[in-house]
């Protein structure tokens, strides 16, 4: 059985020795970094299996790192902190934590910890089926589950709204007249305006925004329609 790897990201030299020493002890290979910038690099350029951040670090706070963490890789992240207050606990959990133990750390709940963590995400790696995302900046969107995350936040758009996002976004060269869009969505029985088009569009973009997205993805064509803007970075993962 290969040695399990913990990324251990801590300002505090003390804290890191104190850590290094309970996992080696358990038998983990330990990686230590100072501080957010470095942990980050180091999270980038090997594989671990577990997090311990520390949440208060004089470049990068933990809330920040965990946030850039999240958006590499879904690896169990277990904050570490002096703040045991609850809404501090609640942002952490909220960007992606997994779990939030307040310092001095007991040696035995730490180790518990992070077997659960484990654990857990085994299990979840078994259970998730690949499935294909279209990613943008800070846009992704998931065709099997009609869902649309933008900075993290799922975004509630209508069925119809969903189907134009999708469609545009998966066809990033073509430009789609509004009969088309019309009638990709509902077929030839639709006796309305095809300028419901236009209203739903403008839904879109209004939500999007709302969220945070800091441009448009979807191009208004004159004289034409829609299409997706494919200046912005787009990848297709499956």
């Avoid at 909220?94 to 307040?102: F, L, M, P, S, T």
């Avoid at 910890?113 to 085994?122: E, G, K, N, P, V």
């Avoid at 060269?173 to 088009?197: H, K, P, S």
Wanted: aromatic residues 8%; proline residues 4%.
């Amino acid at each position: 059985m290969s040695q399990l790897r913990v990324l251990v990201i801590d300002d505090e030299w003390n804290m890191r020795n104190l850590l290094r020493i309970y996992l080696s002890n358990e038998g983990f290979h330990v990686t230590e970094s100072s501080n957010g910038s470095e942990g980050l690099k180091a999270f980038r350029s090997q594989t671990h299996d577990v997090v311990l951040l520390d949440v208060m670090m004089p470049d990068m706070d933990g809330w920040q790192v965990c946030k850039k963490m999240r958006e590499i890789a879904p690896v169990p992240i277990l904050m570490l902190t002096a703040r045991g207050e609850v809404k501090d606990k609640v942002l952490g959990l909220g960007i992606g934590a997994d779990d939030y133990v307040v310092k001095p750390v007991d040696p035995e709940e730490l180790i518990a910890r992070i077997y659960a963590l484990l654990r857990r995400s085994s299990h979840q790696a078994h259970a998730v089926v690949r499935e294909q995302k279209l990613t943008f900046p800070d846009l992704t969107i998931y065709p099997e589950r009609r869902q649309v995350v933008v900075m993290n936040e799922n975004i509630d758009l209508t069925q119809k709204e969903y189907d134009i996002l999708q469609l545009l976004a998966q066809h990033p060269q073509r430009t789609f007249e509004r009969d088309a869009i019309v009638e990709r969505l509902w077929g030839n029985d639709f006796l309305g305006e095809n300028r419901v088009i236009d209203t739903h569009i403008k839904n879109i973009r209004e939500k999007l925004q709302l969220a945070g997205l800091s441009y448009n993805p979807i191009k208004t064509v004159w004289g034409i329609g829609y299409k997706w803007d494919d200046s912005s970075y787009y990848s297709l993962n499956v």
